[in-house]
């Protein structure tokens, strides 16, 4: 195959990268509300639920790695597309530029709301002492937090744009599933855990890169060979989903297994549910929509600004007398909703959204929406 065919745009990989963005608002807005607390992020004092662990536990069992397999896809895309040199660019500007500005401008936005809640003793009071002390605090270096992603996200391109130099000789496409499955396995097997932890600072961790890394080149030949891979996925997909679903709640009830067990089941878990939901999406959700790519397009800009409104909420529920069951759905809905409609307002065509994805014009269909939208409020 010609490295400057199969570069079209596949709808399906743009609904999956959007799905692994929004499930992060999903992990973060139940955090607050799991019967084990996190250590220094906020719990509700008054409800929890076994149901939240459950539903962390599942999604942190895939996500991340379904984003970089995501990402090691679109990388070799782009990178046959409009070359090294345009793509470093791209990269740059996309990847690089938005870590180094939140760095700066988000995580302050991002460590305000529980600041606040604990300098004002949850809103008892507000001094000018605790105002500078809160400016203060939310300038604290206390890692990239949910930004990490950009960050290691970088470290692979760079890795892989050296060895694309090296031209080291290429792996048949036949062994990558077992390759995805025992490097994965190999590599979970230098971490303390069973499961990957956040990742903090800005000194990069070799087995952090090597466990992503190896999600990052399986992306990368499932582009290479989709017409090999994307039939079986499309057939296989439910199947994987279920193997893994049915796994990572093994996992999860049997967790005072031996090690060894629990990173072999894990690996199996987080291997099928990445196949399962490429292949659900492939087989379901392929055709053209203006939706999913405006949510495509929407998901970066979420992503980046959604945890501090997901603390703000939890923070400002937890002394209200609301129906437990309802505070997590309101901790995902309404950061979700405010960062929806600052990304139509401020960003989709503004220099940031240039930035995050490029150019976007109004078309003649968003005006005729826009202008109908406004006809109906004043009739």
């Not at 509300?33 to 895939?62: A, C, G, R």
């Not at 303390?192 to 992503?212: E, F, H, R, S």
């Not at 996992?251 to 199996?268: D, R």
């Amino acid at each position: 195959m010609s490295t400057n065919s199969n570069t079209q745009r596949i709808n399906s990989m743009d609904a999956l990268r959007a799905l692994a963005m929004f499930l992060g608002v999903v992990l973060h807005a139940v955090m607050a509300y799991t019967m084990t607390p996190f250590e220094n992020f906020y719990h509700d004092p008054h409800y929890s639920s076994n149901i939240y662990d459950v539903i962390f536990f599942v999604i942190h069992t895939f996500r991340m790695q379904l984003f970089y397999l995501i990402a090691g896809f679109f990388f070799r895309l782009l990178y046959f597309r409009i070359g090294e040199a345009a793509f470093i660019k791209h990269r740059t500007q996309r990847i690089l530029i938005p870590f180094v500005v939140g760095l700066f401008l988000i995580l302050p936005f991002t460590n305000l709301p529980l600041t606040a809640y604990t300098v004002t003793g949850g809103g008892q009071h507000l001094t000018g002492p605790d105002v500078s002390l809160i400016l203060h605090n939310i300038m604290i270096w206390r890692g990239p937090v949910h930004l990490w992603f950009l960050y290691y996200l970088t470290l692979f391109y760079i890795i892989g744009i050296v060895l694309l130099r090296l031209k080291l000789p290429k792996l048949p496409a036949a062994i990558v599933p077992a390759l995805l499955l025992a490097g994965s396995f190999v590599s979970l097997l230098l971490f303390d855990t069973y499961y990957i932890k956040y990742t903090p600072g800005l000194v990069p961790k070799p087995n952090y890169i090597l466990y992503y890394g190896i999600f990052v080149y399986a992306g990368w030949v499932l582009h290479e060979h989709k017409e090999k891979y994307f039939p079986l996925l499309k057939r296989y997909g439910l199947a994987f989903t279920a193997i893994g679903l049915t796994a990572a709640l093994l996992i999860y009830y049997n967790s005072t297994a031996a090690g060894i067990l629990l990173k072999s089941g894990m690996t199996i878990a987080t291997v099928s549910l990445v196949l399962g939901f490429l292949g659900v999406f492939l087989r379901w959700v392929n055709g053209e929509s203006y939706t999913m790519r405006y949510l495509s397009d929407a998901s970066y800009w979420v992503y980046l600004v959604h945890v501090g409104l997901v603390y703000m909420m939890q923070a400002w529920l937890g002394d209200t007398q609301l129906p437990g069951i309802l505070k997590p759905v309101l901790c995902f809905m309404v950061p979700v909703a405010i960062s929806l409609l600052s990304y139509q307002w401020f960003v989709r065509y503004t220099i940031i959204g240039f930035y995050l994805h490029g150019k976007r014009e109004r078309s003649t269909t968003e005006e005729h929406k826009t202008v109908y939208k406004m006809s109906t409020s004043k009739s």
